[in-house]
């Protein structure tokens, strides 16, 4: 086998494993935590719902551009394979977590899933850089493309495992990453080429791995617990903790520049930023992920917590057929990623990511004119021409960044792209979720009373209902739980069985969550829209077709 097809199939194997881990994970939340016998609802447990769903992403914020770097240095296969070895060594040890362990088993699924990310941090930054360089430049559009397929063939993968698996024991959830690791170790150990180092002995910049490595964390740590209640608020924005993360976490950053600039081998290379390609296809990917990375959550809660309820599927189900109702969106992002990429390697990436991102923006304002029961048809095609955009965008525009790349950068630059996206993510996860639940406090409890009238439930009983918290509601919708679970029980144990019938009706809690669901759902994709629309712009501004292999020398890579 030619060698390029041999760096296509094992990165390959590697983004199918890591898309499984991502969704079967999301998907198998509710029976992880009943496995562990863990209620997320309860004071003080809410911190281990966070940080498993969160914690991934922190550490993957704080490591990229590291390992990026490292990898540059010492070699990426070598890096590579020991990312697949310490992947599948963290996924044995999830795997062999206790039951009904409690607090003690949440707290190893979140330290066993912090390295399994480290194993992902080495996987991600050396993938595409790899494949960078096993395929010339005619080709690698092609390559990744069909990179990006693999992603969502493993996603669906995901999905579909997790909701069988999870009718068996949680344990096997983890279990199920662990052939696909094992057999991409020992492939690229066999198999991939061993480029050593250099020989030139250089400084490791530790000021620059510390300043950047405290500032990503505190800001995303600030993030997360901003989605936590504090005091009388449902959200954490204004907790002192938050507030001084934000604040440290800035001042880090900013003091990351200068260090950078005196630095012999910065770990941050400031100069790539010269690269035309480079910056704007940055740019335009952290808008893209800003306005994108909540957009999954948010429609996993209005198909879990609503649409799904209301035609007939119980919570226990909803996780699972909600992936299932996704695939659309999935399914178009396959369609195109490989033509995306095929497109690049022919015409360049300037107007074929920019209509990408058109075409995303596009799906998100025709999603604002859904209403909350919608017409499933409707949905799916919008989902469908919103993972065209994606695909269309997504691999042109890595191709464009890669390319634009001297092969000594490919490992620090492709880990400056991740960086850019995740953090991305991790600020759109908190912003529109914010966003929506300010909404949604705000109109809920006023909705839930005038429901419970109108379904004849006592004044007194619509008043207490109108005092739940209105994040439990919407968790619990999140996680495949009846919302109707999470309400206080002091409130129903008295309850006579007519009235508990009507809370546990599938139709009572969607129509109060609704509407007013659906008004922040819409402003956030308002915001969405321009965001997007701005990174078009950004993705046109980046030129036309750059190869560094085909320019001429140091001087055009640096124009």
Do not use: C
């Amino acid at each position: 086998m030619e060698y390029k097809w041999v760096v296509l199939t094992n990165t390959t194997l590697g983004v199918i494993m890591s898309s499984i881990n991502m969704y079967i994970v999301l998907i198998s939340l509710p029976t992880i935590f009943r496995g562990l016998n863990i209620n997320p609802f309860l004071p003080g447990e809410f911190d281990y719902l966070l940080w498993v769903l969160m914690g991934y992403s922190i550490v993957l914020a704080s490591i990229l551009v590291t390992f990026g770097r490292i990898s540059d240095l010492y070699g990426r296969t070598r890096l590579y394979t020991i990312g697949f070895i310490i992947f599948t060594i963290a996924s044995i040890l999830l795997s062999v977590i206790p039951s009904n362990s409690g607090n003690l088993g949440a707290l190893l699924l979140i330290i066993f899933r912090m390295i399994q990310a480290v194993g992902g941090g080495f996987l991600m930054v050396n993938s595409t850089a790899l494949l960078t360089d096993a395929f010339p430049p005619g080709e690698r559009g092609k390559a990744l493309g069909l990179n990006q397929a693999a992603f969502i063939v493993g996603s669906f993968l995901g999905i579909i495992l997790g909701g069988l698996l999870s009718n068996y024991d949680w344990h096997l959830l983890f279990l199920v990453n662990v052939p696909f690791a094992v057999a991409g170790a020992l492939w690229s150990i066999f198999k991939l080429r061993r480029v050593g180092s250099s020989g030139v002995k250089v400084k490791i910049d530790y000021w620059g791995n510390i300043t950047l490595a405290v500032g990503l964390v505190l800001i995303s740590l600030g993030f997360t617990y901003a989605l936590m209640p504090y005091g009388n608020s449902e959200m954490g924005w204004l907790n002192p903790y938050v507030v001084a993360s934000f604040i440290i976490g800035v001042i880090m950053l900013i003091a990351f520049i200068p260090i950078e600039l005196k630095q012999e081998s910065p770990l941050f290379n400031l100069s790539l930023f010269k690269v035309r390609p480079f910056t704007y296809g940055i740019m335009a990917l952290f808008l893209s992920s800003l306005a994108r990375g909540a957009l999954m959550f948010l429609l996993t809660i209005w198909l879990q917590g609503i649409y799904l309820p209301l035609h007939g599927f119980s919570y226990v189900e909803t996780p699972f057929w909600a992936g299932i109702y996704m695939l659309s969106m999935l399914i178009g992002t396959v369609v195109m990623a490989p033509i995306g990429g095929a497109l690049t390697d022919k015409y360049g990436a300037r107007i074929v990511a920019t209509v990408g991102m058109i075409i995303v923006a596009v799906s998100l304002y025709l999603l604002t004119l859904l209403p909350y029961n919608f017409n499933l048809t409707s949905f799916e095609l919008i989902l469908f021409l919103n993972g065209l955009g994606n695909g269309l965008f997504s691999s042109p525009n890595t191709t464009s960044i890669m390319n634009a790349l001297h092969p000594r950068d490919r490992g620090a630059g492709n880990g400056m792209r991740q960086t850019f996206s995740n953090v991305g993510s991790t600020i759109s996860m908190a912003m529109f979720f914010s966003i929506a639940m300010s909404i949604f406090s705000q109109y809920v409890p006023t909705r839930i009373h005038e429901m419970a009238l109108s379904y004849g439930l006592p004044a007194d009983i619509a008043s207490s209902l109108s005092k739940v918290p209105a994040s439990s509601l919407l968790f619990a919708a999140f996680l495949g739980v009846d919302p109707a679970s999470v309400l206080p029980s002091n409130l129903t144990v008295n309850l006579p069985s007519s009235i508990m019938k009507v809370l546990d009706s599938s139709t009572f809690l969607p129509n109060v969550l609704g509407p007013p669901f659906m008004m922040g759902l819409r402003i956030s994709l308002y915001i969405s829209i321009v965001l997007v629309a701005i990174g078009a712009v950004l993705s046109y501004m980046r030129g036309g077709r750059y190869v560094y292999e085909e320019a001429k020398g140091e001087e055009a890579y640096m124009a």
